[in-house]
């Protein structure tokens, strides 16, 4: 799915702002870090694919300017 360079951009700030706090929260259930770290990364990849649904409609992302 082709996304649009402005929302390549946004998606980059939310991930920016946000992947920390649930890689830890996953880590600190599992106690392994790069299953935490997949899970993460797949949980963003499923958020990406959606994105073009949730643009738009006043998502507030603290951190990332939306």
């Known amino acids: 799915m ?5 929302a390549e951009g946004e998606f980059d ?3 920016a702002a946000t992947a ?3 890689v830890a929260t996953v880590y600190a259930i ?7 770290e997949d899970a993460v990364q797949e949980a963003y990849v499923r958020a990406w694919q959606r994105w073009e649904r949730w643009r ?9 300017g939306r």
């Not at 599992?30 to 935490?36: F, I, K, R, Y």
């Open 13 to 15: 700030a939310f991930y």
């Open 20 to 22: 920390k706090r649930p």
């Open 2 to 6: 082709a996304q649009q360079p402005e």
């Open 56 to 64: 738009g409609r006043g998502i507030r992302c603290r951190g990332c």
């Open 30 to 36: 599992t106690g392994d870090l790069a299953e935490a």
